[in-house]
């Protein structure tokens, strides 16, 4: 199953923005940035995996380290606090868990 780049960044700027619209009046031109790399990141490892370049492990790491980073982005926003943060990508990944780890076929997104 082939994973969408632009309709994963969709669907999670769609779960997220109203969580960070809460906490922050800018962060739609930040959030809309860092979940499109996210995207793009969940559909390179899809790829990656598909052809054996990577496997599981480095799937996750993979992951978790562009997780991390637009954590990072998204905290240096004026008044976005970290709890407000975790929630946004929570429910960003929440949104796409389902179709990504059918996709990857495994739980990518736990």
């Given at each position: 199953?082939?994973l969408?780049?632009?309709?994963?960044?969709?669907?999670?700027?769609?779960?997220a923005?109203?969580?960070l619209?809460?906490?922050?009046?800018?962060?739609?031109?930040f959030?809309?940035?860092?979940?499109?790399?996210?995207?793009?990141t969940?559909?390179?490892?899809?790829?990656?995996l598909?052809?054996?370049?990577?496997?599981q492990q480095?799937a996750?790491?993979?992951?978790?380290?562009?997780?991390?980073?637009s954590?990072?982005?998204?905290?240096t926003?004026?008044?976005?606090?970290?709890?407000a943060?975790?929630?946004?990508i929570?429910?960003?990944l929440g949104?796409?868990?389902t179709?990504?780890?059918?996709?990857?076929?495994?739980?990518l997104?736990a």
């Amino acid at each position: 199953m082939a994973l969408d780049v632009e309709g994963l960044a969709t669907q999670m700027l769609g779960a997220a923005l109203p969580i960070l619209k809460k906490n922050a009046q800018n962060a739609r031109s930040f959030a809309r940035v860092e979940f499109a790399k996210i995207a793009q990141t969940i559909v390179s490892i899809a790829d990656q995996l598909a052809t054996g370049e990577i496997n599981q492990q480095q799937a996750v790491l993979l992951l978790s380290m562009q997780t991390s980073a637009s954590r990072n982005v998204l905290l240096t926003l004026q008044g976005l606090a970290l709890l407000a943060v975790e929630e946004a990508i929570n429910a960003a990944l929440g949104v796409v868990k389902t179709v990504v780890n059918t996709a990857v076929g495994f739980s990518l997104i736990a």
